[in-house]
């Protein structure tokens, strides 16, 4: 949905992302008190000084995994020196798209083969993929 006139919404009401220009293609989001900068990569004609915001979307599907991974050794007091996650995203050549996103699970040293199919399950539950997989809708309008 795009509209024109829209009106900001109040900040008690919603969690909010704003963002800032700081120069070049450079744009800040502040969110929750941090502020996550972005840049374009250098192909665009200037260093990039930042990831990227589809590096950061990447980067998020990554870190969501290794949450969900993380906190199943926790509870159950599993070791979690060596756990490693990787993210490969595998594009169409045509399209220039991900298709696919692969992610690979290394399992530290000591840990109970009775666990492996649970881990995933558990890495499964990553909100970021939810989202993805049952997308929001994009409601875009300008204001002044």
Known sequence: MVSVGFRPWKTGR???VELSFPGGSSVTAHYKG???ATSQPER????GRAPSPFDLFLASIATCAGYYALTFCRTRE???EGLRVFLEPLKN???KRVETVRLRVGLPPG???????SILRAIDQ???KKHIL???EFDIATFR
């Not at 665009?44 to 260093?47: I, S, V």
């Open 14 to 16: 919603v969690q909010r």
């Open 34 to 36: 941090h502020a996550i």
């Open 44 to 47: 665009r004609g200037e260093p």
């Open 78 to 80: 599993l070791p979690t």
């Open 93 to 95: 050549p045509e399209t």
């Open 111 to 117: 840990f109970p083969e009775k666990y492996e199919r």
């Open 126 to 128: 990553c909100s970021v």
């Open 134 to 136: 049952e997308a929001p």
